[in-house]
């Protein structure tokens, strides 16, 4: 069975202030990770997979397979990254489901 | 850029009667998918679709739901007696061929059931 958890339903941080959403998995096979992001009234928007192993908009994600995680971090944090963050996971190799974990609401402060 | 568009934003129902949401997927993709969330819940994969039929489909997705794509542009998810629990919101999905592509998501539906 897949599983994403999010442990953090809520995260405040202020401006300039590192972030990190925390992000871990179960699953037996090999997976591929992804972080979704949604801002206030717009749609789920893919963030960043770990296989293209880049950082978007300053955040990074590696994939952790000894301790199956998937943390989402950013050193300076912005107020446009306030947003709804989602972690999900797929099989690996095909267009298979994305199962997501609960999200992590991201406020940050000016 | 092309987007996954789904109508109407908002459809409120009565208990027991179908509803039909619509989707129109990006035009070159060949997968299609239905996530629902419920108000304060995960969003949950209900069914993939591909080559006209069902390539993977959850437990939730039990008869009262069916999928089809009934022309060439539109992919449609059918709830054929509504109950007050299917209330939540419906997102569809599309993406390319290639194993590695992303899902691109509509807006949603947001589904009240009274």
């Known amino acids: 069975a897949q599983r994403v958890t999010q442990p953090e339903k809520l995260l405040s941080v202020f401006k300039g202030a590192p972030v990190e959403l925390k992000c871990n998995y179960s699953?037996?096979?090999?997976?591929?990770l992804f972080w979704y992001v949604q801002y206030s009234r717009q749609r789920l928007q893919l963030l960043l997979r770990?296989?293209s192993r880049e950082s978007i908009k300053g955040f990074t994600a590696d994939l952790n397979k000894g301790e199956t995680s998937f943390h989402l971090k950013k050193p300076f944090a912005q107020e446009e990254d306030s947003a709804m963050y989602y972690c999900?996971?797929?099989?690996?190799?095909?267009?298979?489901?994305?199962?997501f974990g609960k999200g992590t609401l991201l406020t940050v402060n000016p | 850029e092309p987007e996954v568009t789904q109508t109407p934003s908002h459809q409120v129902t009565q208990m027991g009667q179908e509803v039909i949401l619509r989707c129109v997927p990006i035009?070159?993709?060949?997968?299609f998918y239905w996530y629902r969330q419920i108000l304060g819940q995960k969003v949950e994969f209900l069914v993939s679709?591909?080559?006209?039929?069902?390539?993977?489909k959850s437990e939730i997705f039990d008869d009262q739901f069916s999928v089809e794509r009934p022309d060439g542009s539109n992919f449609t998810l059918k709830i054929r007696s509504t109950k007050l629990e299917d209330s939540a919101m419906y997102f569809c999905?599309?993406?390319?061929?290639?194993?590695?592509?992303?899902?691109?998501f509509g807006p949603g539906t947001r589904l009240t059931v009274l």
């Open positions: 999905a599309s993406s390319g061929l290639a194993a590695y592509n992303e899902q691109f």
């Open positions: 035009s070159n993709h060949l997968y």
């Open positions: 999900a996971l797929k099989r690996g190799g095909s267009n298979y489901k994305l199962t």
């Open positions: 679709f591909y080559n006209n039929e069902i390539s993977e």
């Open positions: 699953y037996s096979g090999s997976p591929e």
């Open positions: 770990h296989i």
